[in-house]
């Protein structure tokens, strides 16, 4: 298998690039038109400090990932990639429209959560018909073990499919909460997901990982703290429906909640979370999402930001011990 380094190089070296080089420009735009965040009132005191910072940033991750996917590939591109580039623009221009709901009514939660999460199902179905008309997801790896799961049911298949890209973006949305957490836990997982991907054989999801992998590193030389720009939900559910795409696509979306069990944390603290209060009447966190509950525990956000950054490097080691050892 040969590794196409000089096209992994260029496409995430550009992707960070257009996001640094643009960076600047776009920030001033975006407190210029007053695309400022607006802050959860039953949020952490220390973050109302943050209300008004420039959002949407989101646009440039975006950018920084197409322009870093062509660089890397030019023209010549398969339908796998086609439709992972499809499925993260499009969870990014649902991400905008929420934004800008926010924004406008000056409310922090934007779409209704019914909404929001309609037009994500949507979009995965879209990504999941495609999966089962062209027989793409015939087996999963399955981590740690010499064997492969096997897919005969396509309405099985179309299920897992929905399930896994509406619970990736919702995953990667809720893990964005403080400055640097998202964009540096995408960044470390696209890369164990990019390396997956390049050992199945699939060097043009490789190159769009590279891409994601510079793009988020790009976007953390603003977002890191304090923030001058936040990803809003553009950034956040697009980052999380391209890590769904690069595992269903590349047969490794079984590693996802292992290389990924930041996100997995994230969502459930938010599940359990809820679940508790509504059958007991109490809460089992000091504040949902989890990250929330060690910053109202006492640690810095850098500190909690730094700490996560750790566990999620440990958690894509361990993913790719699993694939070594399958």
């Not at 950054?309 to 958690?315: E, F, N, R, S, T």
Request: net charge positive; aromatic share 10%; hydrophobic share 55%.
């Amino acid at each position: 298998m040969k590794i196409p380094w000089f096209s992994l190089m260029l496409a995430g070296t550009t992707a960070f690039i257009i996001v640094v080089f643009f960076g600047p420009s776009v920030i001033r735009l975006l407190a210029k038109l007053k695309f400022g965040q607006t802050i959860r009132t039953e949020g952490p005191q220390t973050h109302h400090k943050k209300a008004g910072t420039p959002t949407m940033g989101g646009v440039l991750v975006l950018f920084g990932i197409t322009a870093g996917t062509i660089a890397g590939l030019g023209g010549n591109w398969s339908n796998n990639l086609r439709w992972t580039l499809f499925i993260t623009i499009s969870y990014g221009l649902l991400g905008l429209l929420d934004d800008l709901l926010n924004i406008v009514f000056h409310r922090s939660l934007g779409l209704k959560a019914r909404h929001k999460l309609l037009g994500q199902v949507f979009l995965a179905g879209l990504f999941g018909l495609y999966v089962v008309h062209s027989g793409v997801m015939g087996t999963l790896i399955v981590p740690y073990f010499h064997t492969h799961l096997a897919f005969i049911n396509p309405v099985l298949t179309f299920l897992f499919v929905v399930f896994t890209m509406v619970a990736m973006s919702n995953a990667v949305n809720l893990t964005d909460g403080l400055d640097g957490l998202a964009g540096g836990t995408t960044m470390i997982a696209g890369l164990a997901m990019g390396i997956l991907a390049l050992l199945q054989g699939e060097m043009q999801l490789g190159i769009f990982a590279a891409a994601l992998v510079g793009a988020c590193t790009g976007f953390i030389w603003f977002n890191a703290p304090p923030a001058q720009v936040f990803m809003g939900d553009t950034g956040a559910l697009a980052l999380g429906g391209a890590l769904g795409a690069i595992g269903i696509l590349s047969h490794t979306a079984l590693f996802l909640p292992i290389i990924g069990g930041i996100f997995v944390a994230e969502n459930l603290s938010v599940i359990l979370q809820v679940f508790s209060f509504k059958t007991r009447g109490k809460r089992i966190l000091r504040m949902a999402p989890l990250h929330h509950h060690y910053e109202l525990g006492g640690l810095s956000e850098s500190k909690v930001v730094i700490r996560f950054w750790i566990v999620g490097i440990l958690l894509a080691l361990l993913g790719l011990a699993g694939y070594k050892i399958g």
